[in-house]
């Protein structure tokens, strides 16, 4: 039940308080028992156990600042994905073999942003290379020009 609807509003703020302290409190008691609390806590995707050894690891983003930088790796691995798809759509719809080249190192660049980006992001987010085997354009054929 909700008790603190019914009381006045100087009592909301005694219990409110109250309860702050309490947390406070049991947080304290926490970081004395354990140690202090992690920044952030890793994602249960990123931490590797040995049944083995019983070693464990983490891979990934243990603080805010990595959490930011991951994002920003997954930013990087989205713009590389989508200048792919595009860059097959452009190598489909060109007319010249100039223009052909062009958009084929345009996809090459960008299939190595993505490589660099994918490795360095987390193994909850990581993609698997063969994902842009659709990007490959050697099995393509190039579209035959009509003579008029």
């Not at 223009?99 to 942003?113: D, F, N, Y």
Request: charge should be negative; charged fraction near 30%.
């Amino acid at each position: 039940k909700n008790t603190l609807s019914r009381c006045p509003p100087n009592r909301q703020q005694a219990k409110l308080r109250a309860h702050d302290k309490r947390r406070l409190e049991l947080k304290r008691m926490g970081e004395r028992d354990i140690g202090p609390w992690p920044e952030a806590i890793p994602h249960p995707y990123n931490i590797v156990t040995n049944d083995f050894t019983q070693d464990y690891g983490v891979y990934g983003p243990v603080s805010e600042d990595e959490y930011r930088l991951e994002d920003e790796f997954l930013s990087q691995c989205g713009h590389a994905m989508m200048t792919m798809h595009q860059s097959v759509e452009a190598y489909k719809m060109a007319v010249s073999d100039e223009e052909r080249k062009l958009h084929k190192v345009a996809l090459e660049h960008a299939r190595s942003i993505w490589l660099h980006y994918n490795a360095k992001l987390s193994l909850r987010f990581r993609r698997s290379p063969s994902e842009l085997a659709q990007f490959d354009l050697s099995e393509r054929p190039v579209p035959e020009q009509d003579d008029f």
